[in-house]
């Protein structure tokens, strides 16, 4: 079955240095989302992508935050200066109709 | 801003059939009922998702009823591997999906 790969599973940055979380949608989707989920709390919806650009985003995703899709398979989402409350689960999913496949997460830790 | 409102936490035996309600009073008629779940901290699991008519997978059941004003997702034999928080989520076909608490299953040896 095909997957949404993301890496690195684990990732503990400084406070203040840029970190690059990179996810690998599955082929053949169209849209492509990035979550967050702060340990003990609800997943959240942080931007979502499509058409090479950003369809939509949460009010979390302020100008710290960037995505890109480099290569037509990668899809990364770039923290400028990390601050210790970013410290979270984040998850990319992609959908090409009515389920989006999420990752297993990348675990960051601001320290 | 919660379209859904689910019990905070269920338990179930194990080989039972998991019942999970879902009340989602507000719903459009362009909405459809999602189910998710989230096994500790993995990406969150599509189920099944409805529109109006009951559906099955290999997963579970979905059982809307006809005013669509609530639903219940129906795992019919449950296993230890299906603790989890499931997730029922309203939503316009290609609109984003909003995660609410759920509800957290245990299932019991």
């Known amino acids: 079955e095909p997957e949404v790969t993301q890496t690195p599973s684990h990732q503990v940055t400084q406070m203040g240095q840029e970190v690059i979380l990179r996810c690998v949608p599955i082929?053949?989707?169209?849209?492509f989302y990035w979550y967050r989920q702060i340990l003990g709390q609800k997943v959240e919806f942080l931007v979502s992508?499509?058409?090479?650009?950003?369809?939509?985003k949460s009010e979390i995703f302020d100008d710290q935050f960037s995505v890109e899709r480099p290569d037509g398979s990668n899809f990364t989402l770039k923290i400028r200066s990390t601050k210790l409350e970013d410290s979270a689960m984040y998850f990319c999913?992609?959908?090409?109709?009515?389920?989006?496949?999420f990752g297993s997460g990348t675990r960051l830790t601001v320290v | 801003d919660a379209k859904t409102t689910q019990p905070p936490s269920m338990d179930c035996a194990e080989g039972r059939a998991a019942n999970l309600p879902c009340n989602h009073s507000?719903?459009?008629?362009?909405?459809?009922v999602y189910w998710y779940r989230q096994i500790h901290s993995q990406g969150p699991q599509y189920i099944i998702h409805?529109?109006?008519n009951n559906e099955t997978n290999e997963m579970a059941s979905l059982i809307i009823t006809e005013d669509r004003k609530s639903s219940t997702l129906i795992l019919p034999h449950a296993t230890l591997r299906d603790t989890a928080v499931y997730y029922c989520?309203?939503?316009?076909?290609?609109?984003?999906?909003?995660f609410g608490k759920g509800t957290r299953l245990h299932i019991l040896p």
């Open positions: 999913a992609s959908s090409r109709d009515y389920g989006y496949t």
């Open positions: 082929s053949n989707h169209l849209y």
């Open positions: 992508f499509y058409n090479n650009e950003i369809s939509e």
């Open positions: 507000t719903i459009s008629g362009n909405e459809y």
């Open positions: 409805g529109l109006k």
């Open positions: 989520i309203v939503r316009v076909r290609d609109d984003k999906i909003i």
